[in-house]
């Protein structure tokens, strides 16, 4: 009797480490499948940056720069649809996408009119300095979650930093305008005196 009773805890002692290891592998198997999950989001975020700093790196003209960021980020995000305000020190300019994305087979415009979206307002920032701000609207079923503020403030500065060298371009323009006009000018006045010399001989 002694002996059964002895196998008997042998038995059960057995059977718990066995569910401790197959709880222990369960949770292991949860851990990967969450440090996969992160691995394919971190991938995606990278990508992500990646295809902004490609659209920033390709143009200097400042409107075919934030319709190209917008038109990515709308298709990143999987946005109804987004605006770039810019503060340019008059006034507030916004550059909107052509046209609202329609997404879930209703037209955006019900969708914003019976208030079904749902919006995130991120800064543009370059050199610490704010230049606008980016709105982009989703369903309100779909929700922004942290990774999509954390992507899209990245996308920000990204943002920023492609409009401020799209800016300083545009300034060194006009003044290289400024100066060709002012050089012309310089060349007018030159012969306008010397015609007025050439008479006075």
């Known amino acids: 009797m002694d002996d059964a009773a002895r196998t008997k805890d042998q038995l059960i002692e057995e059977l718990t480490r066995l569910r401790r290891r197959v709880a222990e592998l369960e949770t292991g198997e ?68 052509d046209s609202m994305v329609v997404r879930w087979g209703y037209t955006s415009d019900k969708a914003i009119e019976n208030n079904r979206w749902t919006g995130l307002e991120i800064p543009i920032i370059a050199q610490e300095q704010t230049l606008g701000r980016l709105v982009v609207f989703k369903p309100t079923v779909q929700g922004w979650q942290d990774q999509d503020e954390q992507l899209l403030t990245a996308i920000g500065y990204e943002l920023g930093v492609g409009i401020a060298k799209a800016r300083l371009f545009e300034a060194m323009e006009r003044q290289s305008n400024q100066l060709r006009v002012l050089g012309q000018r310089v060349v007018e006045a030159e012969e306008a005196e010397r015609r007025r010399l050439a008479r006075e001989l």
């Open 30 to 97: 949860t851990e990967r499948a969450q440090a996969a999950e992160e691995l394919k989001q971190q991938n995606a975020t990278l990508a992500a940056l990646n295809a902004m700093a490609v659209i920033v790196g390709q143009s200097l003209n400042l409107e075919q720069l934030v319709n190209a960021a917008l038109a990515k980020i709308i298709e990143i995000t999987g946005a109804l649809a987004g605006t770039v305000q810019l503060d340019d020190n008059t006034g507030i300019q916004n550059h909107k996408t």
